[in-house]
């Protein structure tokens, strides 16, 4: 087995005496896609802002790489590093152009020359398909090249473990896909990921295996092949159900039968 | 043409005397401007994280400065201060002292507004970039908080300037006390004298407060 990034044991979190995770425990291997779903409400988001500790944690660890982390780690900022997050809603900072968004950690948290990180960030905005939009400022993109470049600036940083918390829902459609098809490619050269999504088809293809949370626990896990084709859990089944449509009453010439057409 | 008045402004060393009414009323308006600034910018950092007796505290000081019509102010720090502990405040740091707690009480709760209007995400995905708290507030709030802060803070201050022409009433002579004392003066020679004086009162005003309005609006442009 590949060594081990991301182990969790025993994680709780409660906000305000509410228990919203519940004794978790999940591994992480290098070069591993996981990916999360779940109800709404059922701690997706709450998790992985626990791994890089934007969360306090009432019980458990995470570490990672064997390294503990939590609000309290001493080497938090360098921890976090490792760690690279991209959020629904993008999270640029609007008052900085493409280039200084993705620059400015690297150059200031990470002390790197700006110089050789300006040369990769236009390199990994080539490969996202956004080489000349380096100078544009983020209310001059389209939501879909702002997560293109919300996750060039997580990747500009070196991360050993990617979160990504449902980085398409506030997208329109037709967007959806340019940056699915980023993280596919990010799975393909084995960069280690920790995937929320409600895009199912894209989770069936992405993951490697398929973790499904209800009510804080984890209910179920596997390789996406089982889960959604044959999901052990009764809850699982309920919720792959809330993704498929049938009517009930339907012909095929559109009209029900007993009734005429005008 | 009808006499405006405005031959007294030529007479001996009118001009010059309205001008240096309006040196010490910007005087005034620099030194109290630049205190509020410094302490509401402090106090207002501080007042984010306020809560309990601090709170009640900040909050009637804050309404207490805010209902009180400033002349109310100036006479209770020039002539109060004089009656009950026997200083005896000239009128400029009287009125320095007015405008000062006006400013920062008004500052504070303006940059309170502008950090508080950074939407928590912005703090959070600094924070996942690895960034420490020092650079996320030197490079990633604060530049966003000014530009919020900009131009309700310059329209602190033009009413800061205005509101100078008060001063003249605890005796510190400015514009308009010098404006009166010329129309005095020559209420025989010019009996129209008050147009004129006024009406250069005004542009002086008007001289002081525009360039400052106008580079605000220059600055929000180039920031939007
Ligand atoms: N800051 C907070 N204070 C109190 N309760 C919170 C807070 N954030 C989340 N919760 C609660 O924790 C639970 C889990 O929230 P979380 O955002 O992790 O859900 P999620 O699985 O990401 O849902 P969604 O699919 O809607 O994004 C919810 O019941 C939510 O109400
Ligand atoms: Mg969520």
């Known amino acids: ?111 790197r020359a700006r110089r050789e990180v300006k040369e990769e960030a236009m390199a990994l905005l080539g490969r996202v398909g956004l080489e000349n939009r380096a100078e544009s400022y983020p209310r001059q993109l389209s939501g879909g090249q702002k997560q293109r470049v919300a996750i060039v600036r997580a990747l500009c940083m070196h991360p050993e473990l990617l979160l990504f918390d449902e980085v398409t829902a506030a997208l329109d459609p037709e967007m959806v896909r340019e940056v699915l098809e980023v993280i ?79 | 043409m009808p006499d405006l008045g405005l031959e007294v402004l030529w007479k001996g060393k009118n001009l010059i005397r309205l001008l240096g009414g309006l040196g010490i009323a910007l005087r005034i308006s620099l030194v109290s401007v630049l205190i509020s600034i410094g302490l509401g910018t402090l106090l207002g950092m501080v007042r984010r994280k306020e809560k309990g007796l601090p709170k009640v505290i900040m909050r009637l000081y804050l309404e207490f400065i805010r209902i009180m019509p400033q002349l109310v102010l100036l006479f209770l720090v020039y002539f ?61 709030i604060l530049p966003q908080a000014v530009r919020r802060l900009l131009p309700p803070a310059i329209n602190l201050v033009t009413r800061m300037i205005k509101t100078t022409s008060l001063v003249l009433m605890i005796g510190v002579v400015e514009v308009l006390k010098v404006a009166q004392q010329i129309i005095e003066a020559n209420r025989m020679s010019s009996p129209n004298a008050a147009f004129g004086v006024y009406l250069a009162v005004f542009v002086i005003y ?19």
């Open chain 1, 1 to 111: 087995m590949e060594r081990e990034v991301l182990e969790i044991s025993h994680l709780r979190k409660q906000y305000d005496g509410q228990t919203v995770i519940d004794d978790l425990s999940l591994t992480v291997h290098e070069g591993e896609v996981i990916v999360v779903i779940g109800p709404s409400g059922c701690g997706k988001s709450t998790l992985l802002r626990c791994v890089n500790a934007l969360e306090d944690i009432q019980g458990g660890q995470i570490r990672l790489h064997g390294e503990p982390i939590s609000q309290k780690s001493r080497n938090l900022q360098q921890l976090r590093q490792k760690v690279g997050m991209v959020f629904q809603n993008y999270e640029l900072f609007p008052h900085m152009n493409v280039l200084d968004n993705i620059l400015l950690a690297p150059v200031k948290a990470q002390k």
């Open chain 1, 184 to 262: 596919l490619d990010l799975a393909d050269q084995g960069r280690t990921m920790l995937v929320v999504t409600h895009e199912m088809q894209f989770a069936r293809a992405v993951a490697d295996r398929i973790i499904f949370l209800d009510q804080g626990r984890i209910c179920e896990e596997g390789p996406p092949e089982t889960f959604f084709d044959a999901p052990k859990t009764e809850r699982a089944e309920k919720f792959l159900k809330t993704f498929t449509f049938e009517r009930k009453n339907k012909s095929k010439s559109g009209i029900r039968p007993g009734e005429e057409k005008l």
């Open chain 2, 80 to 140: 109060g201060t004089t009656r009950s502990f026997g200083w005896d405040l000239s009128g400029e740091t009287a009125a320095v002292i007015v405008f000062s707690l006006w400013g920062t009480a008004e500052m504070s709760d303006l940059v309170r507004g502008a950090l508080n209007s950074i939407p928590v995400h912005q703090y959070e995905s600094a924070e996942a970039l690895g960034l420490w708290e020092k650079q996320i507030y030197r490079y990633v």
């Open chain 2, 206 to 224: 008007f001289c002081a407060c525009w360039p400052v309005s106008l580079a605000a609006k220059k600055l929000e442009r180039r920031w939007r």
